[in-house]
């Protein structure tokens, strides 16, 4: 929900841009650490939910690790000053170069997605004279009833290494004298909003940590991974709910005294903490369809066309408390890019729109500027926070 002085203040900025609402990161932050310490549970915030260094700040301050998926992340989680020893590095097709960058900065675990990855990793190693620490990333086969391009943990996915093969992969962590094996780690998919979902993930760490124990192996750290959904549909009701969230794994995760419980939230800490704004150019009228083209597109927030995701859309100038007067009418909303995929809602209710009236693209904190493109050779995508304004 914006105020009427936002609203004033973005038809003084040049469109399209996303907003950051830090006050609202703060919240939900702050909120994300309340519920987690009861239970010593330790976050690390996936960076490439927003690698934005303003947010990156304030994720630090917090005391968050970092989850990073290519040596680009680990440079910046980094460079914005992470403790280095908080900093995972996951990934099923880490390069050597990458590899190498990430035992040059001394991270607290690389997750191992691949029985060959682990040969490379203790041979890049040796040859630096250096033991790293690793977490085994199991494909668990859980299913995490989310959309099915963004499942992670079905045998069927091309992420971590299946149960079938866990005795060659013990059979390596042996031979490999140059890595510590620290513990296992799950990721079974993202907008996870079904919470039994975590339970049955539970119930697999339970049985994979005793897998290894069974074997010898002291698993210290239980990495469950991130997914927790947020709820696009209401953009204000914003803060996700942790402590039901933290609970679950309480509950139902078998912890020993000399384990630690590690998690990957990207999409709960930051989603909702952004709108992109931006601008109507043209209202077309057509005998089946009425469009409004906007000068945001799919270059700028990627979800709607990749997944068909739902993001609420905001006509903020004639909004009923601007304009209650306004009538409503269905709009297919569209970008300005050469690809009919490029549309951001089909058959939506607005009210009348009129060239030059802001809208807000709401809940896009997450996996919106950081998958901006440069197709059509667009702009680079400004941000904007609160604060400045
Ligand atoms: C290994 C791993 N950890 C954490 C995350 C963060 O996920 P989310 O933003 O859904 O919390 C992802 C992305 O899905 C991931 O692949
Ligand atoms: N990029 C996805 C989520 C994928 C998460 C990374 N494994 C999204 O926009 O929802």
């Known amino acids: 929900m914006f105020a009427d002085k936002d ?22 932050l702050r909120s994300c650490a309340d519920a987690a310490k009861p239970y010593h549970f330790h976050i690390h915030y996936a960076l490439k939910a927003n690698f934005n260094s303003v947010l990156l700040a304030h994720i630090k301050t917090i005391g968050f690790g970092a989850d990073c998926v290519s040596a680009g992340e680990v440079r910046r989680a980094v460079e914005v000053g992470f403790d280095h020893k908080k900093i995972v590095f996951a990934g099923v097709g880490k390069s050597d170069k990458e590899i190498n960058e990430a035992l040059d900065l001394d991270i607290f675990c690389f997750n191992v997605e691949s029985i060959q990855e682990l040969e490379v990793l ?87 940590s005793a897998w290894f124990e069974d074997r010898g192996f002291n698993v210290k750290v239980l990495n469950v991974g991130g997914g927790l959904g947020i709820d696009y549909y209401n953009p204000d009701h914003q803060i996700p709910d942790f402590e039901a969230y933290f609970e679950i794994f309480n509950n139902f995760l078998e912890v020993k005294p000399n384990q630690e419980v590690h998690f990957e939230l990207g999409r709960a800490l930051v989603g909702q903490s952004a709108s992109l704004i931006t601008k109507a150019l043209y209202i077309k009228k057509g005998k089946k369809k009425n469009f409004v083209v906007l000068d945001a597109g799919m270059t700028e927030l990627m979800r709607p066309a990749l997944y068909q995701a739902y993001h609420k859309i905001e006509n903020l100038s004639q909004s009923k408390i601007v304009n209650p007067k306004s009538s409503i009418v269905k709009y297919d909303i569209v970008g300005p890019i050469c690809e009919s995929t490029d549309c951001f809602g089909k058959e939506v209710e607005q009210p009348e729109t009129f060239r030059g009236d802001i809208f807000a693209i709401r809940s896009t904190g997450a996996y919106g500027e950081v998958m901006a493109s440069k197709y059509n050779l667009r702009d680079e995508i400004r941000a904007v926070y609160s604060t400045e304004m």
């Open 7 to 28: 609203i004033s203040k973005f038809n003084n900025i040049e469109t399209p841009f996303y907003y950051y609402d830090t006050d609202l990161l703060q919240k939900t």
């Open 122 to 208: 203790n041979d890049l190693a040796r040859a630096k004279g250096k033991t790293a620490q690793v977490a085994i990333r199991i494909n668990p086969n859980v299913d995490a009833h989310t959309h099915h391009n963004i499942t992670t943990g079905l045998d069927e996915n091309k992420f971590g290494i299946n149960s079938w093969d866990l005795p060659e992969c013990a059979e390596m962590l042996r031979i490999c004298s140059n890595l510590e094996f620290i513990g296992i780690h799950f990721h079974i998919g993202s907008q996870i909003t079904n919470l039994d979902v975590y339970k049955n993930l539970c119930i697999r760490v339970n049985e994979f």
